[in-house]
């Protein structure tokens, strides 16, 4: 069962990118990493997933090296809105195997 | 609209006193999942299904249950609420396991006295 591991808060500064990185050491072959944002009483929402190398979407960018035992979320540019907590996820489309989220990174961001 | 709603959003209920949260999906998803989030304990995942009679726990699977009778529906039950069980509950959906998004509830907030 593949275990994350985040930093618990980090701060940032309106305008500047952010980078969240998550260990994951025992990710399994058919793993993916999802990144998930949560607001104060709301469900997770997807922001972003990958299996290696790059992705990149309108929203982030997701970095994961070739032995991928950790992933990089890169938020360009916050802004207050994405003060949140971001969730790295470790999942693999086997039956049976369980979804485990990390235990978040709570990323605050000031004017 | 595409969603995943769950009854009640808030529960007060006492101990001992079985109650059931609803969770119901439109998207015709094959995976559903509960997750229970506890300050400073993160999502931690109770209960999972693959399919239509097809349940298997997670990590904190203790005094709960589950059944998938219908794709749409998973509802959580309780049997014999307890304290220490008071949490915000979340269910989600997703059309693939593990590299699929998963679609979550608005969540519901239980409190057992």
Known sequence: ?111 | EAQVTQNPRYLITVTGKKLTVTCSQNMNHEYMSWYRQDPGLGLRQIYYSMNVEVTDKGDVPEGYKVSRKEKRNFPLILESPSPNQTSLYFCASSPFWGHGTQYFGPGTRLLVL
């Not at chain 1, 969730?87 to 195997?97: E, H, K, P, R, S």
Request: charged residues 15%; hydrophobic residues 30%; contains cysteine.
């Open chain 1, 1 to 111: 069962l593949a275990k994350t591991t985040q930093p618990i808060s980090m701060d940032s500064y309106e305008g500047q990118e952010v980078n969240i990185t998550c260990s994951h050491n025992n990710i399994a072959t058919n793993d993916y990493i999802t990144w998930y944002q949560q607001f104060p009483s709301q469900g997770p929402r997807f922001i972003i997933q990958g299996y290696k190398t790059k992705v990149t979407n309108e929203v982030a960018s997701l970095f994961i090296p070739a032995d991928r035992k950790s992933s990089t979320l890169s938020l360009p540019r916050v802004s207050l809105s994405d003060t949140a907590v971001y969730y790295c996820l470790v999942g693999g489309d086997n039956a049976g195997n369980m979804l485990t989220f990390g235990g978040g990174t709570r990323l605050m961001v000031k004017p």
